[in-house]
């Protein structure tokens, strides 16, 4: 199946961050699944997890797959959408644990401000940057999304990717993978999937 490098970019984009909009439909939460591929073939993905368990998840044929590629923290402008995954530092200032800049084309992925499950406590920001301020800490960024705003530091050393085209064949044994899938823990479906590639793994 042939998919436009923009639609790519797109798919690619939010399989790093899936936004709460199922939530808010009343529709079942999406599954994400971090840890590494330890067999595939051509109906299943099979991934030890980090939790420490394993799970098989569906895939097609023709299964849709992402990766990223690290840049700077310098790369990081005024203008752009990034979502990054926080945790709060002592005195409640969010602290980045990843970053992730968007596409152009992907701009609005999973808008807004919500709990996410990297790190107990930690929460998941997809805005646009409004301001850009550098600090001997790194960077302090002032971001805004519909409904609201937050300030986020990002060290120097936090991982920063922009998503990259990937293909089916990249799926491999003893790579790392995140996959957002759908259905039951017992009944799982790909819906997302970001692999290691180039020796970058998803860091979400």
Do not use: C
């Not at 971090?34 to 998840?57: N, Q």
């Not at 998503?163 to 899938?181: M, N, T, Y």
């Amino acid at each position: 199946m042939y998919i436009s490098p923009k639609n790519a970019l797109r798919m690619i984009a939010a399989a790093a961050l899936v936004s709460s909009a199922a939530a808010h439909a009343q529709a079942p939460a999406p599954t994400r699944i971090r840890g590494e591929i330890v067999a595939v073939d051509a109906t299943t993905l099979t991934v030890h997890r980090r939790s420490g368990d394993t799970v098989k998840i569906a895939i097609t044929p023709d299964q849709a797959v992402g990766a990223v590629k690290n840049i700077k923290l310098s790369d990081i402008q005024k203008g752009a959408f990034i979502g990054t995954a926080t945790k709060a530092a002592p005195g409640g200032k969010l602290v980045a644990m990843e970053v992730l800049v968007f596409p152009e084309a992907a701009r609005g992925t999973g808008e807004g401000h919500y709990a996410w499950d990297l790190l107990p406590g930690s929460m998941m920001t997809n805005a646009n940057v409004d301001t850009v301020a550098t600090g001997v800490n790194g960077r302090t960024l002032q971001l805004s999304y519909k409904g609201g705003s937050q300030e986020v530091l990002v060290p120097e050393n936090t991982p920063v990717v922009t998503p990259v085209p990937a293909k089916r064949a990249d799926l491999i044994a003893g790579k790392k993978v995140f996959v957002v899938a759908n259905g039951t823990a017992t009944n799982l479906t790909a819906a997302r999937i970001l692999v290691e590639k180039d020796g970058v793994a998803p860091p979400m």
